[in-house]
């Protein structure tokens, strides 16, 4: 049976280090927005915050459409992002009830004083 993983949470709450640990363990292939946002910043630029959301808008498109790669393949993976709820519930649901994986949700937290310090 298919695994999906999903790790999400605020953004320095600590999702890339628990998705990394357990894809090592569970030699599970990893799928970050992240990664994809790092490398459309390298090939188009940084420029000011509006750019930075519209690459995060391409990288989500990017991680769906290797997720949903990956379940038509019965391949089970780990997936990481900050995912908005009214931007990107349907679609993860569409998803899941369309491949039916076994689904595992790790919603990462911190404390405020945490998240500043990392942001700092």
């Known amino acids: 049976m ?10 320095a709450t600590g999702k890339t280090t628990i ?9 599970l292939p990893l799928f970050t927005k992240d990664t ?7 090939q188009l630029g940084v420029k000011d915050r509006a750019w ?9 498109e990017i991680l769906f459409r290797e997720l949903e790669e990956c379940l038509k393949a ?5 997936v990481d992002a900050n995912f908005m709820l ?6 993860m649901s569409a998803l899941i009830k369309s491949y039916e994986p076994i689904v595992t949700h ?3 937290k911190a404390k405020v004083e945490v998240l ?3 942001f700092s």
Do not use: M
């Open 2 to 11: 298919v695994k999906l993983i999903i790790v999400t949470g605020f953004p």
């Open 19 to 27: 998705a990394s640990h357990l894809s090592k363990t569970l030699i």
């Open 36 to 42: 994809y946002k790092e490398l459309l910043f390298d």
């Open 52 to 60: 930075s959301r519209q690459l995060g808008k391409a990288a989500i």
């Open 74 to 78: 019965d391949v089970s993976i780990i």
């Open 86 to 91: 009214d931007r990107d519930s349907a679609r």
């Open 106 to 108: 790790i919603l990462c």
């Open 116 to 118: 500043v310090d990392r």
